[in-house]
């Protein structure tokens, strides 16, 4: 079913308040499973940090929080971590109830812009209270993710050279179908005859958790990208249209549709978030996973087995023995620190610590996304195959621009903008599970809603707020195919 699973938080019913069943739900998240309870938070002198990262728990506790109290007398940092879209709940209840936490991440927040929160109050800047200007990451703060009205807000703990599209196997299992691991699939029917070699008895060559959109979502824009897309958010830059129903995101779907038909996907599938399909993965009952850099990571805390008995990952595929780049946005910044924070500079302190070498090396021991730092990952004490995906990044990886970095006025246009369902995720769910097999169809509805929805948004801010920007923000020229948009580029569009 469409939407199954789906916990994300719209951007309309996040900056406009909490319904008092979701504030239920998220406070009942928060103090389950053994996690710290409001109560004992509210009692706490500590500088409270909430995130998502699972396999970086021990490195920010180890390598990050205990030097930093050891330095600093009177310190101390408590951290909750929480699957994401329990944070993104548990942010609204906090921030409702005045107990936000010192410093945070966004993760479960849905498409909602940091500009967007910047502008209602949530965080405070950094900058002054910490040299991030002065840091090895100085020259990858963007006007518009991380720096708003010359005031740092935030910074990229890691690389934006990545996706979440990578293709990692089980290498025992390989060995048993008798793949050579290093005939890599170039292409995407090279994938589709791997997988069915594969699949044999309870084995499948693929697993893909269904259950999610987000994640279905975010598979089809970088398969697009190899099959011809521009990116990053699906926009033609010579333009600014959306392109959600152009051949290349056609050709996605129906390839992840011909991997169906060839019954090479674990069955469950439909069932299975993303940290369900690894688990099927790591218990040997499908042999490729595409997902992240922190596979590894995340499998080293959970799933340790399955990296003793051998995993290995390729480069994306694409259509065609021709290659073409995926695009990302510059990395995001990861951890902010909330306007609510008695504890600011203190916060911007620890947080400086993460653009050290020494930081980002040990960062990059956690195998989690990239460092920002990426060449540290070629010293640090990684998995190989770690260190080949983050290699891979630099051949497959481009990155892209963004509008809210070119046009300060776009990130009012994407706070206005209400959510459209069924979205990309929803439709590709709907055809995979069967429920819909009019592709170009769903996508060109969806495409066209979304830019009548984007078209409205433009008028309200510029007719209600005074807001001078038009679909010309949405317009890079000169963005080329094969190369970086840089922060200069911006300015000579």
């Given at each position: 079913?469409?939407?199954?699973?789906?916990?994300?938080?719209?951007?309309?019913?996040?900056?406009?308040?909490?319904?008092?069943?979701?504030?239920?739900?998220?406070?009942?998240a928060c103090t389950g499973g053994g996690q710290m309870s409001r109560q004992s938070q509210a009692a706490s002198n500590a500088l409270q940090w909430w995130d998502q990262f699972r396999p970086l728990t021990r490195m920010l506790e180890s390598d990050l929080f205990t030097p930093?109290?050891?330095?600093?007398?009177?310190?101390?940092?408590?951290?909750?971590?929480?699957?994401?879209?329990?944070?993104?709940?548990?942010?609204?209840?906090?921030?409702?109830?005045?107990?936000?936490?010192?410093?945070?991440?966004?993760?479960?927040?849905?498409?909602?812009?940091?500009?967007?929160?910047?502008?209602?109050?949530?965080?405070?800047?950094?900058?002054?209270?910490?040299?991030?200007?002065?840091?090895?990451?100085?020259?990858?703060?963007?006007?518009?993710?991380?720096?708003?009205?010359?005031?740092?807000?935030?910074?990229?703990?890691?690389?934006?050279?990545?996706?979440?599209?990578?293709?990692?196997?089980?290498?025992?299992?390989?060995?048993?179908?008798?793949?050579?691991?290093?005939?890599?699939?170039?292409?995407?029917?090279?994938?589709?005859?791997?997988?069915?070699?594969?699949?044999?008895?309870?084995?499948?060559?693929?697993?893909?958790?269904?259950?999610?959109?987000?994640?279905?979502?975010?598979?089809?824009?970088?398969?697009?990208?190899?099959?011809?897309?521009?990116?990053?958010?699906?926009?033609?830059?010579?333009?600014?249209?959306?392109?959600?129903?152009?051949?290349?995101?056609?050709?996605?779907?129906?390839?992840?549709?011909?991997?169906?038909?060839?019954?090479?996907?674990?069955?469950?599938?439909?069932?299975?978030?993303?940290?369900?399909?690894?688990?099927?993965?790591?218990?040997?009952?499908?042999?490729?996973?595409?997902?992240?850099?922190?596979?590894?990571?995340?499998?080293?805390?959970?799933?340790?087995?399955?990296?003793?008995?051998?995993?290995?990952?390729?480069?994306?595929?694409?259509?065609?023995?021709?290659?073409?780049?995926?695009?990302?946005?510059?990395?995001?910044?990861?951890?902010?620190?909330?306007?609510?924070?008695?504890?600011?500079?203190?916060?911007?302190?620890?947080?400086?610590?993460?653009?050290?070498?020494?930081?980002?090396?040990?960062?990059?021991?956690?195998?989690?996304?990239?460092?920002?730092?990426?060449?540290?990952?070629?010293?640090?004490?990684?998995?190989?195959?770690?260190?080949?995906?983050?290699?891979?990044?630099?051949?497959?990886?481009?990155?892209?621009?963004?509008?809210?970095?070119?046009?300060?006025?776009?990130?009012?246009?994407?706070?206005?903008?209400?959510?459209?369902?069924?979205?990309?995720?929803?439709?590709?769910?709907?055809?995979?599970?069967?429920?819909?097999?009019?592709?170009?169809?769903?996508?060109?509805?969806?495409?066209?809603?979304?830019?009548?929805?984007?078209?409205?948004?433009?008028?309200?801010?510029?007719?209600?707020?005074?807001?001078?920007?038009?679909?010309?923000?949405?317009?890079?020229?000169?963005?080329?195919?094969?190369?970086?948009?840089?922060?200069?580029?911006?300015?000579?569009?």
């Amino acid at each position: 079913m469409a939407g199954a699973g789906r916990r994300d938080v719209s951007r309309r019913q996040f900056l406009g308040g909490t319904s008092a069943a979701v504030l239920a739900a998220a406070l009942t998240a928060c103090t389950g499973g053994g996690q710290m309870s409001r109560q004992s938070q509210a009692a706490s002198n500590a500088l409270q940090w909430w995130d998502q990262f699972r396999p970086l728990t021990r490195m920010l506790e180890s390598d990050l929080f205990t030097p930093y109290e050891q330095g600093h007398a009177g310190v101390t940092i408590e951290r909750r971590q929480m699957d994401a879209p329990d944070l993104g709940q548990a942010l609204q209840v906090a921030r409702r109830s005045n107990q936000m936490p010192d410093v945070h991440s966004l993760a479960g927040l849905g498409a909602v812009s940091p500009a967007a929160l910047v502008s209602e109050g949530w965080f405070q800047p950094v900058g002054k209270l910490a040299d991030f200007a002065g840091s090895p990451v100085a020259d990858q703060l963007y006007d518009g993710i991380h720096r708003f009205n010359g005031e740092i807000y935030s910074f990229p703990p890691f690389s934006g050279r990545n996706h979440e599209a990578v293709p990692w196997f089980n290498t025992a299992l390989l060995k048993e179908a008798k793949v050579d691991p290093e005939d890599e699939p170039a292409t995407w029917d090279d994938l589709r005859a791997v997988a069915r070699r594969l699949t044999k008895g309870d084995v499948y060559g693929m697993v893909i958790p269904l259950k999610d959109p987000a994640y279905l979502a975010t598979l089809v824009h970088r398969l697009a990208m190899t099959a011809g897309a521009p990116g990053p958010g699906a926009i033609d830059w010579a333009t600014g249209e959306y392109v959600h129903d152009s051949q290349p995101y056609i050709d996605a779907v129906e390839f992840l549709v011909s991997l169906q038909k060839d019954k090479v996907v674990h069955p469950a599938s439909a069932s299975m978030g993303p940290r369900d399909a690894r688990a099927r993965w790591a218990a040997g009952q499908a042999a490729i996973y595409p997902w992240g850099a922190w596979f590894v990571g995340g499998l080293r805390v959970d799933e340790p087995e399955a990296v003793e008995r051998g995993v290995g990952v390729w480069h994306i595929p694409c259509p065609e023995t021709t290659r073409n780049f995926v695009y990302s946005p510059p990395a995001p910044g990861t951890f902010w620190v909330s306007s609510q924070s008695k504890k600011a500079r203190t916060a911007a302190e620890v947080l400086l610590q993460m653009t050290t070498k020494e930081f980002q090396l040990k960062l990059a021991a956690a195998m989690d996304q990239p460092p920002a730092l990426a060449e540290v990952v070629q010293e640090a004490e990684v998995h190989p195959a770690y260190r080949q995906c983050v290699a891979n990044f630099q051949d497959d990886v481009r990155i892209g621009p963004v509008p809210e970095a070119g046009t300060p006025g776009v990130w009012q246009v994407l706070a206005e903008m209400r959510d459209i369902h069924p979205d990309l995720g929803d439709v590709v769910q709907s055809v995979l599970t069967g429920s819909d097999s009019d592709v170009g169809g769903q996508l060109r509805r969806y495409k066209d809603q979304l830019s009548a929805e984007r078209e409205r948004a433009i008028k309200a801010v510029k007719e209600e707020k005074g807001v001078e920007v038009g679909l010309d923000a949405w317009v890079f020229a000169n963005w080329g195919r094969k190369k970086d948009y840089e922060q200069q580029d911006y300015a000579d569009r």
